[in-house]
């Protein structure tokens, strides 16, 4: 499997975003909130650091729980994917050789597991309802496994505190779903 590499221009190119707090929702205290919108944010491939470097430098950086970035111009050509790091809780999507956004997520809680390795997206819906937890809601799902594991979007305090599920701001879970489609890669480590 291809190594995911990054720019170093990518500390420098996120200390110059200015946040923009999203919109207030009296239904949702968990409101997305955009970091920025930027053009395309790193090449691949080109650069000494690893993912895990990458991984630094936006825990420097600062993204916030129920922050992301997403590029203002996503490429045409290339696969999607989507990278998970449940050590950082941090969620990366790639549309060809480009990292097009990043986002806060939260993982499994104690006594629950968001199941690491190379996975697929099994099916997709805009919106969904648990069958094991209640009925509880999970707009833009995006299912990577028989048991019901999934990205969606959802409550993100910056920690682990899902069933199993990747929790996602909503406003990232949307454009996620939009780049994604049935097929595309999605790994979960840390």
Request: aromatic share 8%; net charge positive; proline share 8%.
């Amino acid at each position: 499997m291809k190594k995911w590499t990054i720019a170093a221009a990518a500390v420098a190119l996120l200390a110059g975003c200015s946040r923009t707090p999203a919109p207030q929702i009296a239904q949702a205290p968990h409101a997305p909130k955009p970091v920025a919108e930027v053009p395309y944010l790193w090449t691949l491939g080109n650069a000494p650091k690893a993912h895990k470097d990458m991984v630094a430098a936006f825990g420097r950086v600062g993204l916030k729980p129920g922050e992301y970035l997403w590029a203002s111009a996503v490429p045409a050509d290339g696969d999607a994917r989507v990278v998970i790091d449940r050590l950082t809780q941090m969620a990366y999507a790639y549309k060809g050789e480009r990292l097009v956004g990043a986002a806060s997520v939260s993982t499994a809680k104690k006594g629950h597991i968001t199941p690491l390795g190379e996975w697929k997206i099994l099916e997709k819906r805009p919106f969904y309802r648990s069958k094991k937890y209640d009925n509880a809601p999970m707009p833009w799902m995006e299912r990577i496994d028989e048991y019901g594991i999934a990205m969606h979007g959802g409550a993100n305090p910056g920690y682990p505190a899902s069933h199993g599920c990747i929790r996602m701001p909503m406003k990232f879970a949307e454009k996620l779903y939009k780049l994604t489609r049935v097929g595309s890669d999605v790994i979960i480590e840390g």
